[in-house]
């Protein structure tokens, strides 16, 4: 199974910073790697597909990149509604395994 | 719109057995791949097990195999997780999600709301 391994595990930030979650896979998984935003008590949404791509809808301020075993998610100006933790995703191979989770706060 | 509605979670104690249903509607239920994935109380997101669009074939975590089967019924639009000789550890909230391939890449595109399975004598 490809382990995802995703850091910091959480982090608190103010309202305009730059924001980086690195996610890192145990092998190399080309570009087939999600990023997916969950606030509490709801259903995690889509973000990024294919390590780069922005989902329909979602703010740009939001962007991805990376490709093999190295991936970032970057929040260009974090707003209060980006409060949230993300997941990376691999979808190479099955099982579909996730990262642990990155918890942002706001400060 | 496109929707995945889940039913059938509840209190169970260990041992025992439940059935999942996700209710798809606004898409073309037959040719999409199907998972189910679960959260445990206070925990991150866990995969469980896909079904092929055509039932075809399956995949499971190691923790559930033997114990959980994934089905489908295209001709009413449903996705079932039957869940037998459930263990505390199973205790999480579950979610149906659609898998699509695009961009070179799959991803899981539209999510379920969710339903808590809890298993506790």
């Known amino acids: 199974d490809i382990q995802m391994t995703q850091s910091p595990s959480s982090l608190s930030a103010s309202v305009g910073d730059r924001v980086t979650i690195t996610c890192r896979a145990s092998q190399n998984i080309r570009n087939f790697l999600n990023w997916y935003q969950q606030k509490p008590g709801k259903a995690p949404k889509l973000l990024i597909l294919?390590?780069?791509s922005l989902q329909s809808g979602a703010p740009s301020r939001f962007s991805g990149s990376g490709s093999g075993t190295d991936f970032t998610l970057t929040i260009s100006s974090l707003q209060p509604e980006d409060s949230s933790t993300y997941y990376c995703q691999q979808s190479y191979s099955s099982p579909r395994t996730f990262g642990q989770g990155t918890k942002v706060e706001i400060k | 719109q496109m929707q995945l509605v889940e039913s059938g979670g509840g209190v169970v104690q260990p041992g025992k057995s439940l059935r999942l249903s996700c209710a798809a509607s606004?898409?073309?239920?037959?040719?999409?791949?199907m998972h189910w994935v679960r959260q445990a109380p206070g925990k991150g997101l866990e995969w469980v097990a896909l079904i092929l669009s055509d039932a075809s074939n399956d995949f499971y975590i190691d923790s559930v195999k033997g114990r959980f089967t994934i089905s489908r019924d295209n001709s009413r639009n449903t996705l079932y997780l039957q869940m037998n000789s459930l263990r505390p550890e199973d205790t999480a909230v579950y979610y149906c999600a659609r898998e699509t391939y695009g961009s070179s890449s799959h991803y899981f595109d539209y999510w379920g709301q969710g339903t808590l399975v809890t298993v506790s004598s």
């Open positions: 294919a390590a780069s």
């Open positions: 606004g898409f073309t239920f037959s040719t999409y791949t």
